[in-house]
């Protein structure tokens, strides 16, 4: 069983931060591929970051220079550090798990990430 919860969202001001955890149930954390998405209203969910269990990172186009992705696997924690927030970033972030035998398979329930004055 997995299980992974989203926190930190809220509502922020444009030009503020935030970071987002997910904290996960499975025992696979640390050889694991983790992954943030999005979804806008009216929008497809969209891949944010994503890291693998070597610590190799990717991120959208949209999002590079403010936001990183990073993992503690001590903790069995995938965070998003979010800066420099804008309008646009206001969406559901969600939390994804994969492996290599059930790829980007495990997601959590979401968090909302509000950016407005």
């Known amino acids: 069983q997995v299980q992974l919860v989203e926190s930190g969202g809220g509502l922020v001001q444009p030009g503020g931060s935030l970071r987002l955890s997910c904290a996960a149930s499975a025992s696979i954390f640390s050889t694991s591929v983790m992954a943030w998405y999005r979804q806008a209203p009216g929008k497809q969910r969209e891949l944010v970051a994503g890291?693998?269990?070597?610590?190799?990172?990717n991120y959208a186009d949209s999002v590079k220079g403010r936001f990183t992705i990073s993992r503690d696997n001590a903790k069995n924690t995938v965070y998003l550090q979010m800066n420099s927030l804008k309008p646009e970033d206001t969406a559901v972030y969600y939390c994804?798990?994969?492996?290599?035998?059930?790829?980007?398979?495990?997601w959590g329930q979401g968090t909302q990430v509000t950016v407005s004055s």
């Open positions: 994804n798990m994969g492996t290599f035998l059930r790829p980007a398979a495990y």
């Open positions: 890291i693998t269990a070597g610590g190799s990172t």
